[in-house]
C-alpha cells in the first residue's frame, strides 16, 4: 500500500512525520502522562503484560484468514480450545490480583488490553468479556467517564509518497 512505509496499518502522522507500529504509537501517545508508569519495574511489568498479549493476537489472523476448511477447523480447535483460555486465564488472574490494573494503577496496557478484547470478540464472534470479567474494560470505561468525551482533532490526509 502506497503512503505506509511497511504496507501496514496502524500508521500515525505528525508535523509530516510519519510513525508505524502499535506499541510505539501507543506509548508515544501516552508520553508525558501518568500512563506510562514512573518507576522501572511497573513500566516493565505492564509491557510484559502487553508482550503477552501480543502473543496471544498472533495467533488469530492465521485462523481468521486460512481458507482451507480442514486447516482452518484445525486452527479453530487450538485457537478456541487452548490458546485463549490459556491467556485470558492468566491475564485475568494477574488483573484479579491488582484490581482490574496489570500493576496497581491505570496504564496505556489495560488500553492495550481493551483493544485486544475487542479485536478478538470482532474477528472471533465471542464476548470474552462473558467467561472473564476482568478484561471486560471497567477501569478503562471509568477512566474515561471521569475524563469526559475526548475530541478528536481535524482528520488528516496521509499523503501518498
Ligand atoms: N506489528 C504491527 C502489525 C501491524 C498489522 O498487522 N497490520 C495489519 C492490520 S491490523 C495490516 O495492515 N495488514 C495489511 C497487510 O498486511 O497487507 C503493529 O503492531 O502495528
Do not use: H
Not at 484468514?65 to 488472574?93: G, H, M, N, Q, W
Not at 462473558?130 to 475524563?147: D, L, N
Amino acid at each position: 500500500m502506497e503512503g505506509l512505509p511497511y504496507g501496514q496499518f496502524p500508521l500515525y502522522e505528525e508535523d509530516g512525520r510519519v510513525l508505524t507500529q502499535s506499541l510505539a504509537i501507543a506509548k508515544y501517545v501516552a508520553r508525558d502522562t501518568e500512563l506510562i508508569p514512573a518507576d522501572a519495574w511497573q513500566r516493565a511489568v505492564v509491557e510484559s503484560a502487553v508482550y503477552t498479549l501480543f502473543d496471544y493476537w498472533r495467533n488469530v489472523p492465521p485462523y481468521y484468514f486460512e481458507a482451507d476448511p480442514a486447516k482452518k477447523e484445525e486452527l479453530r480447535k487450538k485457537l478456541f480450545v487452548e490458546t485463549i483460555d490459556y491467556y485470558f486465564s492468566r491475564i485475568s488472574k494477574q488483573l484479579s490480583e491488582n484490581g482490574g490494573y496489570f500493576n496497581v494503577k491505570l496504564s496505556w496496557g489495560e488500553f492495550f488490553l481493551t483493544g485486544i478484547v475487542e479485536a478478538s470478540n470482532r474477528f472471533l464472534q465471542i464476548e470474552l468479556e462473558k467467561q472473564y470479567p476482568v478484561v471486560g474494560a471497567t477501569v478503562v470505561k471509568e477512566y474515561i467517564k471521569t475524563r469526559g468525551v475526548y475530541k478528536l482533532p481535524p482528520r488528516i490526509e496521509v499523503k501518498n509518497k
